[in-house]
Structures are given as C-alpha cells and as structure tokens.
C-alpha cells in the first residue's frame, strides 16, 4: 500500500499521535522513544550522538509546546509530508514543523522530522 492513496484524515489521524510523541520525547531528550517510530534509515542518521547533541545543545528542541497547528498535507512518490506550526513555550514566535511518513515493512515509519 501507498500511504499517498489515504485520505486527509486518514494521515491526520495516524501523524498526530507521532507528532505528539516526538514533541513530547524532544522535550524528556528521551532518544530511544524519540526514534522508535523511525524508517530504518532514518535511524541510522539519528543516531544517539546526533540527537544527544540536539538535545542538549537546542533549547528548542527541549521546550515545544504540546500545542501544534496542523496546516496541511503533501503527498508526494511514496511519501506524505505533515506540516504543522509550532511554537515553544520558552522562546518567541512560531516554527514549521515538517513529519514526513510512509511504509516500511508494511508498517507506517517516519522517514522524515524537523523544526524550521
């Protein structure tokens, strides 16, 4: 199955809750709940160095409101992007957060995450 052929807000429905998790686990800096969801791939470039160093070294990455704005989807190959406005309740003003989600293995990974 591609996830490009669901609905709105069939993806909706599926990314909200791994938004929800990611935000949540960014702000704990808990790395193996913050990756648990992610493609294989996607792993491997975040690994626990990497993301450690976000943690420690981003203050936004370790206070994201747990109110997100979803704005829309995009579909594109065998991917859709979730995109949403973020904001942190220590610093001022709004980020777009982008979660990128498709299937591996038959099941729905995240293949892509990131605060602009």
């Not at 936004?60 to 579909?75: Q, V």
């Amino acid at each position: 199955m591609n996830i490009i052929e669901k609905t709105d807000e069939e993806i909706r429905t599926i990314a909200e809750p791994l938004w929800r998790d990611l935000v949540k686990n960014s702000n704990e800096g808990k790395y193996g709940e913050f990756v648990k969801n992610f493609s294989s791939s996607m792993a491997l470039a975040m690994d626990q160095v990497t993301v450690g160093h976000q943690f420690a070294n981003s203050e936004l990455a370790r206070s994201l409101s747990e109110d997100a704005d979803y704005l829309g989807i995009i579909r594109r190959g065998e991917h859709v992007t979730v995109l949403y406005r973020q904001r942190s309740t220590k610093k001022d003003g709004e980020w777009l957060g982008r979660l990128v989600l498709g299937y591996e293995d038959g099941k729905i990974r995240i293949f892509g995450a990131s605060i602009f």
